[in-house]
């Protein structure tokens, strides 16, 4: 069963999606989505994650600024979105 807790990961095109999609799902669990409406200025392909994997999600990024620059990433918890900062 899935948790209302997740976090999505919006990119700036569809070729960073994949290229973090296929880079991410060697380490751990992604799903590949359509993006939030709320979330504006993304292409139509976001990453969820979820909750358990974040801490991971962010130590694995520390060394790919190359898809830092190319995502934004977001709480979503009960259908309310929220900007999160890469830390």
């Given at each position: 069963m899935r948790n209302r807790i997740y976090y999505t990961m919006a990119f700036k095109s569809t070729h960073s999606a994949v290229a973090a999609e296929n880079y991410l799902s060697k380490i751990i669990e992604v799903t590949v989505?359509?993006?939030l409406r709320s979330i504006s200025a993304s292409c139509g392909i976001s990453l969820r994650i979820e909750e358990a994997d974040i801490k991971r999600l962010v130590r694995i990024l520390k060394?790919?600024?190359d898809i830092i620059n190319s995502?934004?990433?977001y709480r979503v918890e009960g259908g309310d979105v929220f900007p999160v900062e890469y830390e």
């Open positions: 989505m359509p993006t060394d790919r600024p995502s934004a990433l």
